[in-house]
């Protein structure tokens, strides 16, 4: 895979996944 | 008289039913190919801009007025002002309209769950498609017969919806919406494990991510990533402000718009790379460019990777169930949120309990989807949907902010959201509200006339275009303001 694509998938896991864990996380401590 | 409002057990069962809703068959075919055509990686700026822009301000909208007015859709439409009640039916109407294609196309993926054990489909899924499971007929008009295989799955989807339903929210919707959704997530980064692991999967994912820098000059790219992000949230649909009046008085909406939206979008995202790291694998195995193998929606998923299965060894016997189960289970979710909002909203209105309504709703519904199961519904299914999208759904989206943004003051409902939440939002959503995304669905909506004035859609024929499309436009608008001329039987709502 070229080094763009690896990066673009990688900026998106980031953003998108990091983003649902971190509000999950604000879900389960603020029960 | 009291009458006790049904909620959610939990909050996290609240936004598995959400994000179930959200997420549905079109993250699986429909995305990948979007993020394919519209530029690749850079796509991902536009989409992204369209998630913070678009897609979670009029999430928390839809929480937000659901919550407050704790109704059904038409019931909060009502509350804001009774004039408004009809496009709180519009979408409801649209919605059960959706729900009958919907329960087709659903019949569809379950029995070719079973058809992937033995890839039954043949050499030449095409023709097996169109031929012989389909069987489909000449024109959109022409009704010849009932496909059997087809009828017994559009029962069986209508069966699991009033089963799901009818047990209500808890017992009902969040207790399915727990079970398959994690399990969904599950099938689906197996999926994408194994593919990416498979020669030929690079190829297909530097195609998708390779990004295009030019397509961002190009206006329709970031009008495509608005239209993706809005279908693809489940927004004006009615599903969103029914779920979140089941939520307790005290719940995090904004923390709850964030999840839906990332936890929606993160699945798309993974499905992409499966598709496209299946995509490649095909490519490299027929040695041709992966171009020539991309394609989207039906075709993707029903003559495209059967014939990747095919080829595929042991290895395509079990990735075909996998995926269609997945198809599954993605619709389901969908199907039971849809059946929800749809019951909630004509039981409220005319009183009638959960259980009568949900039953004779799917009697109804399912005895109307069977003309889906004939060897035209795949002409009305596709004519039908692409209108009720572009224009009804859209349509109800841009009215949906225009009244918040300028008739009931976006404020109210920012302040009412923030007093219960752990992130407040400011003021830059009352502008997103009042601007940004009426004028977007505004500019998606004029840009689809456009297109359908230049060449008609799907190349059909006017009478079809306009007994599945135009007309069913107009049905929803004129049963919705019809309806909204009967009063409502105000019963004090308390919660458990």
Known sequence: MSIQAILFMIFAAAVLWGGFFITLYITLSNK | MEEKREQWNSKIGFLLA???SAVGIGNIWRFPYVLYSSGGGAFLIPYFCAIFTAGIPLLILEYGIGHKFRGSTPRCMSKINRKFEWIGWWPIISSSFILCYYSMILSWTMKYSLLSFHK???ADANSYFFEDFLQRSPSPTSFNKMIVPIAIGILVVWF???????KGVKKGVEKTSKILLPVLFVIMLFIVIRSVTMEGAATGLNVLFEPDWASLKNPKIWISAYG???????IATGIMMTYSSYLPKKTDIN???????FANCGFEFLSAIGVFAILGVMA????MPVGEVVSSGIGLAFIAFPNIFTQMGPWGNVLGVMFYVCLAFAGVTSSVSLTEAISAAIGEKFQIKRKKIVTVMSIIGCAISMIFATDAGIYMLDIMDNYINNYGIVS?????AIIVGWYYKPETIRNHVNETSYFRIGKWWDIIIKYVTPTMLFITIVQSIISEIKTPYGEYNRFPL??????????GIIIGIIISKKGWKTNKITNK
């Open chain 2, 466 to 475: 306009f007994l599945y499309g135009q007309l069913v436009i107009l049905v």
């Open chain 2, 255 to 261: 923390n709850s718009a964030f999840m839906t939206a």
């Open chain 2, 228 to 234: 993706q992000v809005f279908f693809s949230l489940s």
């Open chain 2, 18 to 20: 959400a994000i179930g």
């Open chain 2, 396 to 400: 109800v989206g841009m009215l949906e």
């Open chain 2, 284 to 287: 490299t195995m027929q040695n």
């Open chain 2, 160 to 166: 699991i919806n009033w089963f799901v339903c009818y």
């Open chain 2, 120 to 122: 039954s489909w043949g």
